[in-house]
């Protein structure tokens, strides 16, 4: 490939205000990206080159686990989405359109649906199960915060690939199987991941696994144990939490003067307690079903909000304002469930660590009040009870009880069992050997294709975000040919001579024909990356050329009827 043909505006950029990590600066210095709106990016030949590269990765894994590809629309009517149930429940990433006619339509940011009514429609009995297809396809998710590029796009490419089977040990094998092959994929690319256990999400089903590459831009946080290998996102982490003995028998409840003690850490130092032996009442809004929430947990830990999501099964909630506090007769800083009349009314949710708590403290619903002694169920009742707190750094494993370490992770992949959810919800069955109707078991995996490719940068940028070093099966090509200076009859024959020798010979080579001065050639031959160097320079006339390989820095003159079996032998 000529490289005067193949657009690579190198240029450059450095981390500034919109470009907030090293990948995204360096994809930008290395002309591989162009921002259209935020968070939609055009990929230009250098990245689509790479794209190509994990694309074969996943293809051949996929097909490895028997998983063939197939390709389903990107505009997928809303009536499929009502049926599924999940045109109301996607909330506002779903990016939604009307055709000419005024029908509603989507843009998949996943296709469960799709497939689902593909797999409903042409497969009816046990005969033709399991199944297995992936699509390698452009999904579009309005995110609220588009981020560092690639990594947290509106548009990007994602794989995805869904699994029926016959019954839950069928499904339990492909998972498994596609956990294996998620692996390999992640292995081949470069990426070290970890596994975690993770929440479920919108999606619905039950068991599911995280791949997340660890990375200091990470936004998810990953809790694991060093000694007996606990891994979890913290969205489904559990602990031995930090919670407070309390010898003592159930006391009277009372109500003591708290003057402008608002604070957990005023209240607790007011009655000489540790913070773990207060209770903190939080309260939110649930605006799409106007429902309101008073979350009841021990003083000490914040409430994770997905664990809280999932426990009240709601998609979204969000905690009430100073003035919504007061319009609902409610005092900031002395909230509590006991005297708790609020003008609307709130379900009651109790983190399960109060549960054991005995003696603990509550706002009384009147300034400068609290109650001490409080108990539950003595004092209050709770309509939801289960964990939703946040680990913190000093809980200890749930397994082993060795202290837990904390990291950031980028998702990278993501395997869920969906069970029979969407087959239910679609008609999705099959007729068994008795000629039963059996809805099909099902799982869905995700990849994000382009989201590797930023990862991968963020992983292999050198320290001076200037030149970069792919992972092996990534690397945009075989050889980069350049000429020092074209101008010079010889060079020039000798180069292109070169060139087509390597393309008889299917090497991969990118070459550099362009009259621009050797330093910039070679600064921008540093932003592309590629492994094996050949200059042609001034020995151009004795058919001698250098050749450089980045990864051990070495360098050596060789003539060029020597070169293609040296090369071969490198690649
Ligand atoms: P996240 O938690 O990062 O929002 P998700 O759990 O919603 O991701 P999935 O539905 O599991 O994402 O999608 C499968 C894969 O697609 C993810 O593992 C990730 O690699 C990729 N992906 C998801 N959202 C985006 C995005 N906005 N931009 C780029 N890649 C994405
Ligand atoms: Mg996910």
């Not at 097909?63 to 109301?88: F, T, V």
């Not at 947290?152 to 498994?176: A, V």
């Amino acid at each position: 490939m000529k490289q005067s043909r193949f657009l690579i505006p190198t240029s450059k950029v450095e981390i500034g205000d919109d470009v907030t990590c090293k990948s995204l600066s360096f994809m930008l210095k290395a002309g591989m990206i162009k921002q259209i709106a935020a968070g939609v990016y055009s990929y230009l030949p250098l990245a689509w080159n790479i794209i190509k590269k994990i694309e074969d990765i996943v293809r051949l894994e996929m097909n490895k686990a028997e998983s063939y590809e197939l390709n389903m629309p990107i505009m997928q009517p809303k009536e499929l989405w009502d049926e599924s149930g999940r045109w109301e429940k996607y909330g506002k990433e779903l990016m939604r359109m009307k055709d000419r006619k005024d029908r509603d339509f989507c843009l998949q940011p996943t296709s469960e649906e799709v497939i689902t009514t593909i797999v409903r429609d042409n497969v009816k009995s046990w005969r033709l199960l399991p199944l297995n297809l992936f699509q390698i396809q452009t999904k579009f998710r309005d995110e609220a915060r588009p981020r560092f590029g690639l990594m947290r796009g509106r548009e990007f490419i994602m794989k995805d690939s869904y699994s029926f089977d016959l019954n839950e040990e069928g499904l339990d094998y492909q998972y498994h199987l596609m956990e294996k092959a998620y692996e390999n994929i992640f292995n081949k690319c470069g990426l070290k991941t970890i596994k975690v256990n993770a929440d479920n999400g919108a999606i619905g089903g039950s068991e599911s696994i995280e791949f997340m590459a660890v990375s200091e831009i990470g936004e998810d946080t990953l809790v694991y144990c060093d000694k007996c290998g606990y891994q979890a996102n913290l969205e489904k982490a559990t602990a031995n939490y930090d919670f407070a003995i309390v010898n003592e028998d159930i006391k009277d409840i009372e109500l003591i003067d708290t003057p402008n003690i608002m604070s957990i850490d005023d209240i607790a130092s007011f009655l000489s307690f540790e913070t773990n032996r207060t209770a903190k009442y939080i309260t939110f809004k649930d605006d799409t079903n106007n429902k309101y929430y008073l979350v009841v947990i021990q003083g000490n830990y914040d409430i994770n909000e997905t664990k809280l999501l999932n426990l009240v099964k709601a998609q979204e909630l969000r905690m009430l304002s100073d003035d919504e506090i007061i319009e609902q007769n409610l005092v900031k800083g002395f909230i509590g469930a006991i005297n708790f009349n609020p003008k609307d009314k709130f379900i009651i949710v109790l983190d399960e660590a109060l549960l054991k708590l005995k003696n603990f403290t509550a706002g009384a619903n009147v300034k400068d009040k609290h109650y001490i002694n409080v108990n539950y169920e003595r004092d209050f009742k709770a309509d939801f009870i289960g964990d939703v707190k946040e680990v913190h750094t000093n809980d200890k494993c749930v397994v082993c009880n060795e202290t837990l370490s904390f990291d950031k992770g980028i998702e990278v992949g993501q395997i869920f069992k969906l069970g029979t959810v969407y087959s239910e919800a679609l008609g999705c069955t099959y007729l068994d050997k008795n000629q039963k109707a059996q809805p099909m078991w099902m799982g869905c995996y995700g990849i994000g294709i382009s989201r590797i490719l930023m990862a991968v940068v963020e992983a292999y940028v050198n320290e001076d975000n200037n030149s970069i070093i792919y992972p092996k099966l990534l690397q945009p090509f075989d050889v980069h040919l350049i000429m020092v200076d074209g101008k010079k009859e010889k060079q020039l024959s000798l180069a292109n001579e070169i060139s087509d020798l390597l393309v008889d010979n299917n090497i991969n080579v990118l070459f550099d024909d362009r009259h621009e001065r050797v330093g910039s050639k070679f600064a921008d031959s540093d932003l592309i990356g590629v492994n094996i160097r050949i200059i042609v320079g001034k020995k151009a006339d004795e058919n001698v050329v250098e050749l450089v390989n980045r990864l051990d820095s070495t360098k050596i003159e060789i003539n060029k009827d020597e070169l293609l079996k040296t090369i071969k032998g490198m690649i």
